[in-house]
Every structure is written in C-alpha cells, then in structure tokens.
C-alpha cells in the first residue's frame, strides 16, 4: 500500500510570512494525484491544492503553491502572506490514478499549522 | 447547500448498542467513501461504492461494519456492537468517477 509521511506534527508562521510544509510519499506507481487539503478545527476537510503526477509544472491556486519533485517523491506545500485564516490541519494525500482501482486517499497524519498575529 | 452532507454530526452510545450514520452525496457523484479518523491522524480508508455496488472494503472494516447505498445516492454506515475503539470521526466524501473528492463534515462518535 502506498504511504505518505508528514513529519512536522507542528508548523508555526507570522501572518503574512511564507511557510513550507512538507510530504514524501511512497508508490510504485508513475501515475497518480496528490493533493493537499484544509481541515479546520471541528470543521470538514476543504481541498486546497492538487498535483496529477504526469505534469512537470508544480501547480499554483493564489497563495498555495507546490513543489512536486517526482524522483524524490516529495510534495511540499507554500503558503504565502499567510492569513490568520490558514490556521488548521494540513492533510498531504495520495491518490492512485489506475484505472479498475477505487481511487481511495492515501492519507498523511498531518501538520497542525498555527498562524501568529 | 449542494455539499456532502452527515448525519448525526455527534453521536455519543453506550458501548455494546448499534449505531447508524447517514451520508448524502453530492448530487451528481457516482463514487461515495466512507474513512475513519481518529484524534492526532489522517483519514483511514473503509469503503467505496460506485453507484449502489459496493466495490472495495478495507481490512479495518471489521464484521461489525456494514454499508449500504441502497439507490445509489444516499449511503449508511452501520457499527454493532459498539466496542470503546470505534470512537472516532466518521467521513464521507463523494465524488464524479475518479476525481478529487469533496468531504462531509463528519460524524463525531464517542462510544462510553
């Protein structure tokens, strides 16, 4: 089975410094997603960002960026002038894009990030 | 709202009494999962269905689970016996074939 690691439990920025968080993630497979989401306290997960394996160019939603580096299978994430509204639980998840395969997520334990006024 | 939709969003039981949660799709998504999250990690994987076929099943879904999509919208998610250990959150997420799925916000279990 595929597994993601996140090994920062804790991350911590100034609001409007950049933070990177960071992913690696193990497959066999050459072909699939990642993805990063948002789960803020007691509330649901909110997709933030997404990754199909086959681009080269690392994807980009306003102040989320990522840094896919596919050889190393890592998946960092970027966020920039960060907002007191960034604060939550960052999930880094894999995907498999097989196709005759459920397509379940892969989950990584997360990064609880904290934004400081 | 048009998003996945839970129900209970809390459910606190005795140990040993059954339980039932409901989750409503997104309307137009054929795929539904259900995942088990426990405090401090990620979603763990139980089931899948595609359409009212419940295609894959996870080895943490012990006898005890069952799930249903009767019609092929709606799913339920069924624990008997409840034992201590199945505390936790219970996700849905839908989704249109093989793209990224939308989460629900969750059924809270806490089994006493």
């Known amino acids: 089975a595929q597994t993601v690691t996140q090994s920062q439990p804790e991350m911590s920025v100034q609001e409007a410094e950049t933070v990177t968080l960071s992913c690696t993630y193990d497959?066999?497979?050459?072909?699939?997603?990642l993805f990063w989401y948002k789960q803020p306290p007691s509330r649901q997960m909110i997709l933030v960002i997404r990754q199909e394996a086959y681009k080269q160019q690392n994807a980009t939603e306003n102040r989320f960026s990522v840094n896919f580096q596919k050889a190393a299978k890592s998946f960092s994430l970027k966020i920039s002038d960060s907002q007191l509204g960034d604060a939550a639980m960052y999930f880094c998840a894999y995907r498999s894009a097989a196709r005759g395969t459920g397509n379940q997520f892969y989950f990584g334990t997360g990064t609880s990030l904290t934004v400081i006024p | 709202d048009t998003g996945v939709s839970q129900d209970p969003r809390h459910k606190i039981t005795k140990r040993g009494q059954n339980v039932t949660f409901r989750c409503d799709p997104i309307?137009?998504?054929?795929?539904l999962y259900w995942y088990r999250q426990t405090l401090g990690q990620g979603p763990e994987f139980l089931t899948y269905f595609q359409n009212e076929a419940q295609l894959e099943k996870s080895r943490l879904l012990s006898d005890r689970f069952s799930a249903e999509r009767p019609k092929g919208s709606f799913s339920t998610l069924e624990i008997q016996r409840t034992e201590q250990g199945d505390s936790a959150m219970y996700l849905c997420a839908s989704s249109f074939s093989n793209r990224w799925q939308f989460f629900g916000p969750g059924t809270r279990l806490t089994v006493l």
């Open positions: 497959t066999s497979e050459s072909d699939y997603y």
């Open positions: 309307s137009e998504h054929n795929r």
